[in-house]
């Protein structure tokens, strides 16, 4: 399984989360977008519907008749009932359940770098795991740093 870490210095997940949703989509995955807050929650639902004026991702908030069938859905926990082999964590908390996942992005800012080490740390040396930590350069795309 891939562990992919994005340090987000120059963009906030609202302009990195998109364009990994749109990539894993691209593949024919599914992705499960994971936010503790029901405010952030229902801010990732509206960036999703608004971050483009040529597309947008087709999604849902979780707990819908039709979770499914969301090739993207927006959920409080690593439950992806739509059959997601791809987590984003989008509130920069760490959970060791998106680790039964093909595949995991972990955004998270200054604030929370100190959080992310220690998850970092703790993948270290897991056979089963690729880790890659990600930084953002200074013209806003990404340089893999580990």
Excluded: C
Excluded at 53 to 58: C, T, Y
Excluded at 84 to 104: K, M, P, S, Y
């Amino acid at each position: 399984m891939k562990v992919d870490f994005y340090h987000l210095t120059l963009s906030p997940v609202d302009r990195v989360l998109p364009r990994i949703a749109e990539k894993v989509l691209q593949t024919g995955e599914r992705l499960l977008v994971v936010a503790a807050e029901p405010d952030r929650r229902e801010a990732l639902d509206k960036l999703l519907w608004s971050y483009s004026h040529v597309s947008f991702l087709p999604h849902a908030r979780a707990g819908g008749a039709h979770d499914a069938q969301q090739p993207v859905l927006i959920a409080e926990t690593v439950k992806a009932p739509n059959g997601a082999t791809n987590i984003a964590i989008a509130d920069n908390v760490w959970r060791e359940g998106a680790l039964q996942f093909a595949r995991v992005f972990h955004f998270f800012d200054a604030d929370n770098i100190a959080a992310a080490r220690d998850a970092w740390k703790s993948l270290a040396g897991r056979e089963d795991i690729e880790r890659r930590y990600w930084q953002q350069t200074e013209s806003g795309g990404w340089k893999q740093a580990a």
